[in-house]
């Protein structure tokens, strides 16, 4: 498997929710400073919970025993964390030695309640939080107006973290078609996840949102039929599949078989039709086609 699952402060956020819900203590953190480590997600965050346990990743884990330690003194507000980054932390960076950078640490129940059902629907939504010597006085949520990336804005008095999620595309499948469309869709900066197997990729398939996609390439007609079931079955906005002719006519008659005979999603072959042949052609009108569907939105 290759690529990332996704921004981590959206794939925490079942899991903070349920905390909460349960009554359970986790403190949530995420990068202030995210130009100065270019190579990780301004999404990217750590929940915490008693114990020192971890859901997400937050600066490659370089931080964690320090935020781990932090919420361990169970402080009752959020805190903005100076930190210099020593050797370890630097290389695992790829920042120079002492590069100083900026952590919020919160209690997930200081945070409003509703950001985490934002968080779980995928929703952009900006996080405004009042600051006074470096401890969250209080915060609240801010509506973003159209589409605007994940940024930091830091003044006086406040700190506004804008959460934006980037659209993944599952791919499913080997060889040249698949790491055509998968170079593609990193190519637009999507979060491409890569599995050449069903058996991550059907539960992967099943978490993905009205901005996500999915694309299967392959002969296993159970394998690929298995995929296409779970996308069918979620939220996904483009479902695709490559192939010939042959296999996708059999891929039916699978899904069918297991009563799935809503099968009008599925972009079969997937792609613009542009006379696309060679890998990288296919590749390219896949992206767009769904590009182009995702603009058009629901059907």
Not at 119 to 129: K, P
């Amino acid at each position: 498997m290759t690529g990332r699952y996704g921004d981590a402060v959206y794939a925490i956020a079942v899991s903070v929710n349920a905390c909460l819900r349960g009554g359970t203590r986790v403190d949530v953190a995420w990068n202030l400073d995210p130009g100065a480590t270019p190579s990780f997600d301004p999404n990217d965050a750590v929940a915490i919970t008693p114990g020192g346990g971890r859901l997400g990743e937050l600066l490659g884990g370089a931080f964690d025993s320090r935020l781990i330690e932090v919420a361990a003194a169970k402080p009752s507000a959020g805190r903005v964390i100076d930190v210099e980054c020593n050797p370890i932390e630097a290389s695992v960076l790829g920042v120079d030695l002492g590069t100083p950078l900026r952590i919020m640490l919160a209690p997930a129940d200081t945070l409003p309640s509703a950001l985490w059902d934002h968080l779980i629907e995928r929703d952009q939504i900006g996080l405004s939080c009042r600051v006074e010597d470096g401890t969250v006085l209080g915060s609240e949520l801010v509506p973003i107006d159209g589409a605007a990336p994940p940024s930091v804005v830091i003044s006086d008095t406040t700190i506004e973290t804008v959460f934006s999620p980037r659209t993944t595309l599952l791919v499913m499948g080997g060889g040249p078609m698949a790491d055509a469309v998968t170079q593609a869709g990193e190519f637009v900066g999507w979060n491409v996840v890569s599995m050449p197997g069903p058996d991550a990729a059907v539960g992967f398939a099943a978490t993905l949102s009205p901005i996500d996609g999915v694309v299967v390439v392959g002969h296993d007609v159970e394998a690929t039929g298995r995929v296409l079931q779970a996308a069918l079955g979620s939220r996904a906005g483009y479902i695709g599949s490559l192939g010939p002719e042959s296999v996708r006519t059999a891929r039916d008659d699978w899904l069918a078989y297991r009563g799935v005979t809503e099968t009008g999603r599925i972009a079969s072959p997937a792609g613009l039709p542009i006379g696309a042949k060679a890998p990288r052609e296919v590749g390219i009108a896949v992206v767009a086609d769904m590009i182009a569907r995702h603009a058009r939105g629901p059907a």
